[in-house]
């Protein structure tokens, strides 16, 4: 093939959308929540079971952009409690509530690794930001 018939093809197909994950251009805006780690807050509201709850609330918030990853492990509602939490693919974090007298509170709190099942023996595991493996 001469030089030309490839530079034509290349000029054609460079601003192709293609929708392999190489060729993905993420833009940069501002609302878009991208991968943070919120294991520093996990364990900062695991620290403070049986503190009030306004209190551990007030100090969580002021660090945050946003209220929404407290209460994915939080919950606020009787009905909505939840043993542990599954955050990203094979983190687990303990369920926490608050009770009525507006205490945090743990759903379980005996949970330990066994209680929660693994897909497979080569993925890495972690409870409460503390690794697990396959034999626990």
């Given at each position: 093939?001469?030089?030309?018939?490839?530079?034509?093809?290349?000029?054609?197909?460079?601003?192709?959308?293609r929708?392999?994950?190489?060729?993905?251009?993420?833009?940069?805006?501002?609302?878009?929540?991208?991968?943070?780690?919120?294991?520093?807050?996990?364990?900062?509201?695991?620290?403070?079971?049986?503190?009030?709850?306004?209190?551990?609330?007030?100090?969580?918030?002021?660090?945050?952009?946003?209220?929404?990853?407290?209460?994915?492990?939080?919950?606020?509602?009787?009905n909505?409690?939840?043993?542990?939490?599954?955050?990203w693919?094979s983190?687990?974090?303990s369920?926490?509530?608050v009770?009525?007298n507006?205490?945090?509170?743990?759903?379980?709190?005996n949970?330990?690794?066994?209680?929660?099942?693994?897909?497979?023996?080569?993925?890495?595991?972690?409870?409460?930001?503390?690794?697990?493996k396959?034999?626990?």
């Amino acid at each position: 093939m001469s030089k030309s018939l490839l530079r034509e093809d290349y000029k054609y197909s460079r601003h192709k959308k293609r929708e392999v994950i190489e060729n993905v251009k993420w833009a940069m805006h501002s609302k878009v929540l991208r991968w943070y780690d919120y294991t520093p807050l996990f364990k900062f509201l695991l620290k403070n079971i049986w503190s009030n709850w306004d209190d551990v609330y007030s100090e969580a918030i002021s660090r945050l952009d946003t209220s929404e990853p407290i209460f994915w492990i939080v919950a606020i509602h009787e009905n909505e409690k939840k043993e542990y939490v599954r955050i990203w693919e094979s983190s687990y974090f303990s369920g926490m509530y608050v009770d009525k007298n507006g205490i945090l509170q743990l759903t379980k709190p005996n949970l330990c690794s066994s209680d929660i099942g693994k897909a497979c023996d080569c993925c890495t595991y972690t409870l409460n930001g503390e690794v697990f493996k396959a034999n626990d």
